[in-house]
């Protein structure tokens, strides 16, 4: 008497390929990321404008994995005629008070990524299943 399993359809199940895994977690990074800026932006001091409208991501992959980056890059001429790196400031400013609209700060990125790092992590690996299970 002999008892057979045909094992093919369970290997079938587990042979994803990289492309498949990597397009899924760039859906993903693309969920997290949008998430992550539209967050940003609501906390960005919003005085002229600039630093919401300078605002943007990226999503790029390669070989060993996908990478996902938020960016304020509102650049203005300082007092001596200088670049300067006005988004990085108003991040950094401590004893910000009086903002020009309620709810605005600084740590206007930082604060929401270290928030919220879970759902974003969860948009990522949820999409990643979603792309396994096709």
Known sequence: MSIEFDMGGFFKALDFSKDTVQAAAIRGMHDATDALLAESR???????????????????????????E??????????????VNYALIVHEMSGY???????????YLEDPLT???????????????KGLAK
């Open 42 to 68: 609501d906390e960005a001091p919003l005085d002229k404008g600039t630093l919401r409208e300078t605002s943007g991501k990226r999503v790029t992959a390669n070989a060993t994995g996908v990478r996902g």
């Open 70 to 83: 938020v960016y304020f890059s509102a650049v203005e001429k300082g007092s001596g005629g200088n670049r």
């Open 97 to 107: 008070q009086n903002p020009t609209t309620p709810g605005t700060k600084p740590k």
């Open 115 to 129: 928030q919220n790092a879970s759902l974003y992590q969860r948009l990522i690996a949820d999409a990643i299943r």
